[in-house]
């Protein structure tokens, strides 16, 4: 069985890179074990784990390092300096990201996500293993690549999965899973589709480290506040890979009002139709003992690792920069 995680997601909200040595020293005192690292239009994912690194013992990883906007080599060595700095301690989380960040931010193309997470984790693999990797795949060829510095350990790869087919790449050729955005009880509906393809694989189906983001509200639940998560909501739910998860997941009826709005232009109509039952089913929110009830029960039904991503709505920054040290201290697994 594996080992219960509690993770700090980074970059955290409201304070620079430069601020993070004392705050991951002080969470590591109060229990947290890992870090893991995540992207959007922030900072990249590597460079908060190499803050991380250097000041503590954290077992770190990225959640995600994006298998299209990299190439196979910039990753593997990308990977390789963040292994270097932290010797056994790391973990490389890839995977295919979305339309928006791929194409219409790095001009890339979104073509057979499975398949480019699958051939990039079989090139890392061997690449990260010192290999000289001469590699043909349908969505990229690699032809006589070294890293000329060896690693000490063995870097474990875990694969971010939404719907059925990717999940099944992370049972059969990862180490890991990585899921977000979705309720404690849809983790009994994932987790299993992980479990199976790894059986069917040859491999233990218990071995594979079920990982999740988790978005923790820390504001007061006011109608201000609701406001930020159903915005946040549909910043998400609205990009084609989440939308089509989350109808994976049996929410088409209750998320069609907003879909409808959105596809319509009408943005506050389409935040307007969020419904609280998904509000609070997706985003942890409420009083410390709350929270971590909701962590408890993510866990419960089959997660190791949480990440919780701290999010605040509040205008003044000073008070969500204290908001969000009161809510980790609170939420520490030692205390």
Known sequence: MQQKRWALSLPLENFTLAEHPDIIREMERLGYTDAWSFEVDGTDCFSPLAVAATVSTMRLGTAIANVYTRGPATLAMS????????????CLGIGAGSHPIVESWNGGKFAHPTTRVREMAQFLRKALAGERVVFRGETFSVDGFR????????????????????????????????????????????????????????RDPQSIEITARLFVGIDPVTPESDLGVRRHVNAY????????????????????????????????????????????????????????????????????????QLHSFEPDVAKRRESALRVLRALAPGM
């Open 237 to 308: 739910l609205n990009v084609p890979v989440y939308k089509a998860f989350q109808k994976w997941l049996g929410r088409e009826e209750v998320l069609a009002p907003m879909w409808q709005a959105w596809d319509k232009g009408d943005r506050k109509g389409a935040v307007a139709a969020v419904p609280e039952a998904v509000m609070n089913n997706l985003v942890l929110r409420g009083s410390a003992e709350e929270l971590r009830a909701h962590v408890l029960r993510y866990m419960d039904a089959g997660v190791d690792t949480a990440f919780l």
């Open 79 to 90: 990977a390789a300096g963040i292994a270097e700095l932290a010797p056994g301690r790391f």
């Open 147 to 202: 890293l000329s510095r060896p690693l000490s350990h063995p870097v474990p790869l875990h694969i971010a999965a939404l719907r059925p087919a990717m999940l099944r790449v992370a049972g059969e050729v990862g180490d890991g899973a990585i899921i977000n955005w979705l309720s404690a009880d849809d983790v009994k509906k994932v987790v299993p589709v992980v479990r199976e393809a790894a059986a069917k694989a040859g």
